[in-house]
């Protein structure tokens, strides 16, 4: 009916074809006209022939038609496009910036949907062509490549099939340069290039490369400049860009344990924390992951923790969040671990006294990382112990007893409380 009526009024050429072609394109923003308009034979080598036609204003035209054709989240639509994408790929790296955008959008949604897309795409050259497109002035333009390569890094097959071919292509340290100046640059493509190197670095086991340009030091020192932005003048969405950049390193610093070595990182990171923990609770647990992974194995990092003072800090976020809870005991019990004078210097802080609410908590892990903290504190200082025993520690122990997951932790920890002193 009416779908087939647009699609040969935009055959025909007949009346303004251009205004036929608008018509068509708002009619595509329906789902169901999507799935008719497919099914209709010649349909998409109608669209094909006009967005490649010399005719700047049809082209752009029949571009937005494709451009909504994406949007669909039915594989057969996404599929349907499929002679499209040697095309979009092509038009990626000509001198109409509308039209560069558009393609850029249309075969990231493309790329979402279908894998039989982003099969051809790879043959096709995309990675090749993305490199050229993200040496680009324009900042719309950097967005869309981010925005394509976020949804081809995300793919199921991206370990094996897309990641080695992006570290192959000069992409990597054109995205870290991008993320690195995005207070200077575009916040909007710092952000998506961000979340790329994540997609990357947490999916591939292997970051040697990403390593060789840098990335440690380049990303410590971006956070560096994202902290002593906070509290005059943040530009606004500054968390957005925290948050992946967080992860980046915070996962760099897990796969390689090369660490910071930089006082200056834990000051950013706690200068982050205060800026966002009331309206972006989110970054807290990124900070706090961080800062596992930066005190794991670490005594650098434990010590600086206690030289610059930041254990009130840290020791105030212990009932932030559910997660944040378990992420704080966890570092801390990094210090502990460390021997006899971390754990002086934790239990000179109220520690005994803000651990003991903790056991009551309904949240088996985090009880479990509360034992295993007293344990090492009871280890290195059995001095301890005596003090946790007079402010009421072993009721709060025997409630665990019955637990099956804890209860030997527990009874663990009960002997060493009812030990007469000097045993």
Same mark, same amino acid.
């Given at each position: 009916?009416?779908?087939?009526?647009?699609?040969?009024?935009?055959?025909?050429?007949?009346?303004?074809?251009?205004?036929?072609?608008?018509?068509?394109?708002?009619?595509?923003?329906?789902?169901?006209?999507?799935?008719?308009?497919?099914?209709?034979?010649?349909?998409?080598?109608?669209?094909?022939?006009?967005?490649?036609?010399?005719?700047?204003?049809?082209?752009?035209?029949?571009?937005?038609?494709?451009?909504?054709?994406?949007?669909?989240?039915?594989?057969?639509?996404?599929?349907?496009?499929?002679?499209?994408?040697?095309?979009?790929?092509?038009?990626?790296?000509?001198?109409?910036?509308?039209?560069?955008?558009?393609?850029?959008?249309?075969?990231?949604?493309?790329?979402?949907?279908?894998?039989?897309?982003?099969?051809?795409?790879?043959?096709?050259?995309?990675?090749?062509?993305?490199?050229?497109?993200?040496?680009?002035?324009?900042?719309?333009?950097?967005?869309?490549?981010?925005?394509?390569?976020?949804?081809?890094?995300?793919?199921?097959?991206?370990?094996?099939?897309?990641?080695?071919?992006?570290?192959?292509?000069?992409?990597?340290?054109?995205?870290?340069?991008?993320?690195?100046?995005?207070?200077?640059?575009?916040?909007?493509?710092?952000?998506?290039?961000?979340?790329?190197?994540?997609?990357?670095?947490?999916?591939?086991?292997?970051?040697?490369?990403?390593?060789?340009?840098?990335?440690?030091?380049?990303?410590?020192?971006?956070?560096?400049?994202?902290?002593?932005?906070?509290?005059?003048?943040?530009?606004?969405?500054?968390?957005?860009?925290?948050?992946?950049?967080?992860?980046?390193?915070?996962?760099?610093?897990?796969?390689?344990?090369?660490?910071?070595?930089?006082?200056?990182?834990?000051?950013?990171?706690?200068?982050?924390?205060?800026?966002?923990?009331?309206?972006?609770?989110?970054?807290?647990?990124?900070?706090?992951?961080?800062?596992?992974?930066?005190?794991?194995?670490?005594? %650098?990092? +434990?010590?600086? $923790? =206690?030289?610059?003072? #930041? @254990?009130?800090? &840290? /020791?105030? !976020? *212990?009932?932030?969040?559910?997660?944040?809870?378990?992420?704080?005991?966890?570092?801390?019990?990094?210090?502990?671990?460390?021997?006899? %004078?971390? +754990?002086?210097? $934790? =239990?000179?802080?109220? #520690? @005994?006294?803000? &651990? /003991?609410? !903790? *056991?009551?908590?309904?949240?088996?892990?985090?009880?479990?990382?509360?034992?295993?903290?007293?344990?090492?504190?009871?280890?290195?200082?059995?001095?301890?112990?005596?003090?946790?025993?007079?402010?009421?520690?072993?009721?709060? /122990?025997?409630?665990?007893?019955?637990?099956?997951?804890?209860?030997?932790?527990?009874?663990?920890?009960?002997?060493?409380?009812?030990?007469?002193?000097?045993?």
């Amino acid at each position: 009916g009416q779908v087939q009526e647009l699609l040969r009024a935009v055959q025909r050429g007949s009346e303004d074809r251009k205004r036929s072609l608008g018509r068509l394109r708002r009619a595509l923003q329906n789902e169901d006209t999507q799935q008719k308009f497919v099914r209709l034979d010649g349909s998409v080598r109608t669209l094909t022939g006009l967005f490649t036609s010399s005719l700047a204003d049809l082209q752009l035209e029949a571009a937005r038609c494709l451009h909504e054709l994406s949007h669909s989240s039915v594989p057969a639509v996404a599929e349907a496009c499929l002679p499209v994408t040697s095309y979009l790929l092509t038009y990626l790296l000509g001198h109409s910036l509308e039209l560069t955008e558009l393609c850029l959008y249309t075969l990231g949604n493309l790329i979402v949907e279908s894998e039989a897309v982003r099969k051809q795409l790879l043959p096709q050259g995309i990675i090749p062509v993305l490199a050229s497109c993200i040496q680009s002035p324009h900042e719309a333009v950097l967005e869309g490549v981010g925005y394509v390569l976020s949804q081809l890094l995300q793919a199921k097959e991206a370990p094996t099939e897309i990641i080695p071919l992006v570290l192959d292509s000069a992409l990597p340290q054109h995205m870290l340069q991008l993320v690195c100046s995005g207070l200077k640059a575009g916040m909007g493509a710092a952000v998506e290039f961000a979340w790329c190197l994540h997609y990357i670095i947490c999916r591939h086991k292997d970051n040697v490369l990403l390593l060789a340009l840098g990335a440690v030091p380049a990303l410590t020192s971006l956070l560096l400049d994202l902290a002593s932005q906070i509290p005059q003048d943040a530009p606004e969405g500054l968390e957005l860009l925290v948050c992946p950049v967080l992860r980046c390193l915070g996962n760099l610093l897990a796969q390689t344990g090369c660490q910071g070595q930089d006082g200056r990182l834990l000051i950013a990171l706690f200068l982050i924390l205060q800026c966002f923990l009331q309206q972006h609770p989110f970054l807290v647990q990124e900070c706090l992951w961080l800062l596992n992974n930066l005190t794991a194995d670490d005594p %650098f990092s +434990c010590s600086a $923790l =206690l030289s610059l003072d #930041l @254990l009130p800090a &840290l /020791l105030q !976020l *212990l009932t932030c969040s559910q997660m944040g809870t378990v992420l704080v005991l966890t570092v801390l019990c990094n210090m502990a671990e460390k021997g006899q %004078f971390q +754990c002086q210097q $934790l =239990l000179q802080q109220p #520690l @005994l006294a803000q &651990l /003991l609410p !903790l *056991l009551t908590l309904p949240d088996p892990e985090a009880v479990g990382q509360c034992l295993e903290l007293l344990h090492l504190l009871f280890l290195h200082c059995p001095e301890a112990a005596a003090d946790f025993t007079r402010q009421g520690g072993h009721q709060a /122990l025997e409630q665990h007893q019955s637990t099956p997951e804890l209860q030997e932790r527990a009874q663990a920890l009960l002997d060493v409380v009812r030990q007469p002193p000097g045993a």
